[in-house]
């Protein structure tokens, strides 16, 4: 099992930006399908992006053209670049992995290995 920690969360006011690390204990560049998922108080965990072994990107509208996922191979390292945050994106994220492709990204089911969270909370 991997081990994985999130990092960077934080207060920020609407408008501006926060990049989410997830440190893996192991090497997960190609080998790994990984994602980010967030849940705010009240509601269902859901993904917000998604990164297959092949380096194919998935996000869903509401995170579309403001979020960013990315890989550091050498650091074995997962980040969320998230930009223009809104008051809906406060939440607890999530980091997830699961060895191979999954053909599913935003299954969280298929997800085996699970970060403890980071908060972010943005205020309007």
């Known amino acids: 099992q991997v081990q994985l920690v999130e990092s960077g969360g934080g207060s920020v006011q609407a408008g501006g930006s926060l990049r989410l690390s997830c440190a893996a204990s192991e090497h997960t560049y190609s080998t790994y399908s990984m994602a980010w998922f967030r849940q705010a108080p009240g509601k269902e965990r859901e993904g917000v992006a998604a990164v297959d072994t092949g380096g194919r990107t998935t996000y869903p509208d509401s995170v579309k053209g403001r979020f960013t996922i990315s890989q550091d191979n050498t650091k074995s390292t997962l980040y969320l670049q998230m930009n223009s945050l809104k008051p809906e994106d406060t939440a607890m994220y999530y980091c997830?992995?699961?060895?191979?492709?999954?053909?599913?990204?935003?299954?969280?089911?298929?997800?085996?290995?699970w970060g403890q969270g980071t908060q972010v909370t943005v205020s309007s």
């Open positions: 997830a992995a699961r060895r191979g492709r999954i053909f599913i990204p935003f299954a969280l089911w298929l997800y085996d290995n």
